[in-house]
């Protein structure tokens, strides 16, 4: 890099986030998405666990799960990663999506009255976090006495988050597992509403997938679904609690829920998840030339608030035109799961404004520290009282 790094972009050594000794940070939005485009920017790849010597079922469950890993959409493989990309959109799509709507619907409202005699609500364990949960759990077909089991073994696949602290073997093993869970699922009749796995075990009676390799884009769905939409979803309702004229114009239909959703989506969370991406080869950027083999860190955080893509780039607006926020990335990296996120975050929304005729003064928000980095919303009490009857 003759003169230094380009405009909008910063060397920084030992970036924590980025795992490596030297990367190139992006807070410029245009650099970025120049970057998510980009043939040559690949997703950093996973190094396999050391196994023990023992070798016995617990070691081969590692080994599978590591495998799997390794055929998630974005593997090393180029000749695969667009088919198997194409599985995993078209598992999520809007076609799948489009018979799940009424049973989204009918799940948020039953997860409201489910309060019972509980003198309060959390609207993010009670309400938010098994209405993400079950979005896609039904998609994939899975039996709802079994979904805490599972929703556990996706949990313990968080050690694949860049920065985590819970690594080790611990998430190869509840990679397999889930996947096994998966398998049993497809080994039998699909629910009518299971579109997600008769898409993605369709792919296999074609030829088009093997097995693992369709088992493999199921687990990286349930694993990327697991946080973020959550996280988007409490955090909106979190911010519109501090907004009572927002709420109000969204109650009275003069501000569509569609505007909420994406400026939430824009401002976060979980808009604190950090990219990261390997450069394959020169990328050119307009603030300049990315050198090969450059670690890249894309921290969503400082480019959905780039003022020079976003005008008042850190006001609430859901009214906001101009382009469109990275929370989804871009490009060739565009989340497959962002029709799914979007249809998720707009019924809960929609379906708390229905119950919920103001915000009261004793709701409590808490946070704690996020999965994906920053801060999440941990918690949302709110008055049981508050819920007007359907």
């Known amino acids: 890099m003759n003169g230094g790094p380009p405009k909008g972009m910063a060397p920084v050594r030992e970036d924590a986030r980025a795992g490596a000794e030297a990367a190139w940070v992006i807070s410029s939005c245009a650099d970025a998405r120049a970057i998510l485009v980009s043939a040559a920017a690949r997703v950093p790849s996973d190094s396999p666990p050391p196994l023990g010597a023992g070798g016995g079922a617990a070691d081969a469950l590692v080994e599978r799960g590591a495998r799997l890993r390794g055929l998630w959409m974005w593997g090393c493989e180029a000749d695969r990663r667009p088919i198997r990309r194409k599985a995993g959109a078209s598992a999520l799509g809007p076609g799948a999506l489009e018979p799940l709507l009424p049973y989204l619907e009918s799940r948020a409202a039953g997860l409201l009255e489910a309060g019972g005699p509980a003198p309060e609500i959390d609207l993010v364990a009670g309400f938010a976090r098994p209405l993400v949960r079950d979005a896609l759990m039904e998609l994939l ?15 313990a696949m968080a050690g694949f988050i860049p920065g985590a602290q819970s690594g080790g073997t611990a998430r190869y093993f ?6 096994r869970a998966l398998e049993g699922v497809w080994a039998k009749p699909l629910p009518p509403l299971a579109a997600a796995s008769r898409l993605l075990r369709g792919t296999v009676e074609t ?14 769905l349930l694993f990327g679904n697991s946080y ?6 409490a955090g909106l309702l979190a911010r519109l609690a501090e907004e009572p004229s927002l709420w109000q114009a969204a109650r009275s239909g003069a501000l569509p829920v569609a505007g909420l959703v994406e400026e939430g989506l824009r401002l976060g969370p979980p808009a604190h998840l950090v990219l990261l991406r390997d450069a394959a080869g020169p990328i050119e950027c307009p603030g300049g030339l990315i050198p090969a083999g450059a670690r890249i860190v894309l921290p969503l955080d400082r480019l959905n608030r780039d003022p020079a893509c976003f005008e008042r780039a850190d006001a609430f607006e859901p009214d906001r ?5 990275l929370a989804f990335g871009a490009g060739r990296h565009m989340c497959v799961g962002l029709h799914l996120a979007r249809a998720v975050i707009r019924t809960g929304v929609e379906a708390l404004l229905h119950r919920l005729p103001e915000w009261p003064a004793e709701t409590r928000v808490s946070l704690a520290p996020g999965i994906l980095g920053g801060e999440s919303v941990a918690g949302i009490a709110v008055p049981a009282g508050a819920l007007q009857p359907c």
């Open 174 to 179: 509840a990679l397999a597992a889930t996947a």
């Open 207 to 220: 030829g088009e997938l093997s097995l693992d390799e369709a088992l493999a884009q199921a687990t990286l």
């Open 141 to 155: 077909g899975i039996a709802p006495e079994a979904r805490a089991s599972l929703d556990a073994q996706v949990g």
């Open 228 to 233: 973020t939409t959550l996280d988007a979803l």
């Open 321 to 325: 035109s101009g382009p469109p926020h």
